[in-house]
């Protein structure tokens, strides 16, 4: 089931890349960005990552331990990733919900599903990271994986996850953060600038779609930051971990 939910109006300015646009323009923007991207993702995400990411989602799922029965909420969650990986784990009385704001990415990740043979379970909703439709205290997990960087404001959608939350539900972060050994950073920072929007040509067929991406992940809140943002929003026992010398970090957090 597909779902189409109005986004949040929102007010004041925002980060889209290296730009400042006004915060009403950032969703349109970064729905633009994924509509471009949405059918080349999954085979992008292998190339840029080395398939590395494949192991960090594996992460998050071991870190969250799915159990029989849960209900999931995948906010960005674009073409279903996180969710199958779930549901595989957590077995057939589990649920889960992946909202994202861009139909494409949704209508890729439904039809993927589909030809995986993964239908039970599993509703795609399109809304807003910043007002979910989804009831107060109903969801057991929550997970954004390389999408809290594209919201407006990080805050809200931060508030919005401990508000969807469950007492005793679990938040998940998995997002690019910031490379700690100084050696790896100038490299880093050549592969990223130099060879992704090139990649990104090449593949997807747009350069600026990639370009924004490494962009806002250089935009995006260092480990510590994000954690006390976590911690404003009302989430307790925060941690984070860093994954391939903090490339990306796995942010988690309870409502307790």
Request: proline content about 5%; glycine content about 10%.
């Amino acid at each position: 089931m597909l779902q189409h939910m109005a986004g949040s109006e929102t007010s004041g300015e925002a980060d889209f890349g290296y730009r400042r646009v006004s915060a009403e323009e950032k969703p349109h923007l970064v729905r633009q960005v994924f509509d471009s991207v949405a059918d080349r993702y999954d085979l992008m995400n292998d190339l840029m990552s080395g398939g590395i990411h494949r192991l960090w989602k594996a992460e998050l799922i071991d870190r969250l331990g799915p159990r029989p029965g849960q209900l999931l909420l995948d906010v960005a969650g674009g073409t279903g990733d996180i969710a199958r990986r779930f549901l595989d784990r957590a077995g057939p009385t589990a649920r889960a919900v992946v909202c994202d704001i861009t139909l494409s990415m949704l209508r890729r990740g439904r039809d993927r599903a589909i030809d995986l043979g993964r239908v039970a379970g599993i509703d795609w909703v399109c809304g807003d990271a910043e007002r979910l439709p989804v009831g107060d205290a109903s969801i057991d997990a929550y997970t954004i994986a390389f999408g809290l960087r594209n919201v407006t404001h990080i805050a809200a959608a931060l508030a919005e996850a401990r508000r969807v939350l469950k007492p005793g539900g679990r938040f998940f972060c998995l997002e690019f953060s910031r490379v700690g050994p100084p050696l790896l950073r100038p490299l880093y920072d050549l592969y990223s600038f130099t060879v992704l929007p090139g990649l990104g040509e090449l593949v997807a067929g747009d350069r600026d779609a990639y370009r924004y991406l490494v962009e806002s992940i250089r935009r995006f809140p260092p480990q510590r930051e994000l954690a006390r943002m976590m911690e404003d929003a009302g989430l307790e026992q925060v941690r984070f971990r860093n994954l391939t010398g903090g490339i990306a970090a796995l942010h988690s957090g309870w409502r307790l």
